[in-house]
T-cell receptor, first 111, second 116 residues
Framework: GNSVTQMEGPVTLSEEAFLTINCTYT??????LFWYVQYPGEGLQLLLK?????DKGSNKGFEATYRKETTSFHLEKGSVQVSDSAVYFC??????????FGTGTRLKVLA | EAGVVQSPRYKIIEKKQPVAFWCNPI?????LYWYLQNLGQGPELLIR????????DSQLPKDRFSAERLKGVDSTLKIQPAELGDSAVYLC??????????????FGEGSRLTVL
């Protein structure tokens, strides 16, 4: 069945450091891929998405590229801020309305 | 535009007691989801509604969990009786089918249940 695997956290970085959170997936067909973010005390919200191979999703300085050859959708940001501290979830949906989420990666950015 | 509203935000009950969670989706969103989120885990689907019809309830433990979506708008998720292992966050999300299956999910803040 479909699945998403993301790197375990927590990830602790200093402000302005480069961020990578790895995400790989297993899916039949051609899934759409997502990154959701959950700030403390809030619900999950969409950060970015990509719907086909080689698409790059971007938002708020974050980027992720849909790599079909490596079945990956790694999240990157060139310079993190304290306000980026949150839990990040990689997710996919493949031909249905059923979304599969990863276990989440907690990011802590220190000033 | 108001987001997805859930209540209560927090609920503490003793095991074997009943509990209910309520969700009001974004106006016009015909698809509604209930997810379970255990500590340190991602959301796991319990049930999905298209309007008032439950189209995917395969992961809902039907011996103790029930859900309804009256008139295709608000939804209620009930647990009776609650067990210690039900302690988790219950998330409601909605989306519009018009965006297809790659559409965005809009989540509420969740209802955190603690069973003692």
């Amino acid at each position: 069945g479909n699945s998403v695997t993301q790197m375990e956290g927590p990830v602790t970085l200093s402000e302005e450091a480069f961020l990578t959170i790895n995400c790989t997936y297993t899916a039949t067909g051609y899934p759409s891929l997502f990154w959701y973010v959950q700030y403390p005390g809030e619900g999950l919200q969409l950060l970015l998405k990509a719907t086909k191979a080689d698409d790059k999703g971007s938002n708020k300085g974050f980027e992720a590229t849909y790599r079909k050859e490596t079945t990956s959708f790694h999240l990157e940001k060139g310079s993190v801020q304290v306000s980026d501290s949150a839990v990040y979830f990689c997710a996919l949906t493949s031909g249905t309305y059923k979304y599969i989420f990863g276990t989440g990666t907690r990011l802590k950015v220190l000033a | 535009e108001a987001g997805v509203v859930q209540s209560p935000r927090y609920k503490i009950i003793e095991k074997k007691q009943p509990v209910a969670f309520w969700c009001n989706p974004i106006s016009g969103h015909n698809t509604l989801y209930w997810y379970l989120q255990n500590l340190g885990q991602g959301p796991e689907l319990l049930i999905r509604y298209e309007n008032e019809e439950a189209v995917d309830d395969s992961q809902l433990p039907k011996d103790r969990f029930s859900a309804e979506r009256l008139k295709g708008v608000d939804s209620t998720l009930k647990i009776q009786p609650a067990e210690l292992g039900d302690s988790a966050v219950y998330l409601c999300a909605s989306s519009t089918r018009d965006r297809g299956y790659s559409g965005e999910l809009f989540f509420g803040e969740g209802s955190r249940l603690t069973v003692l």
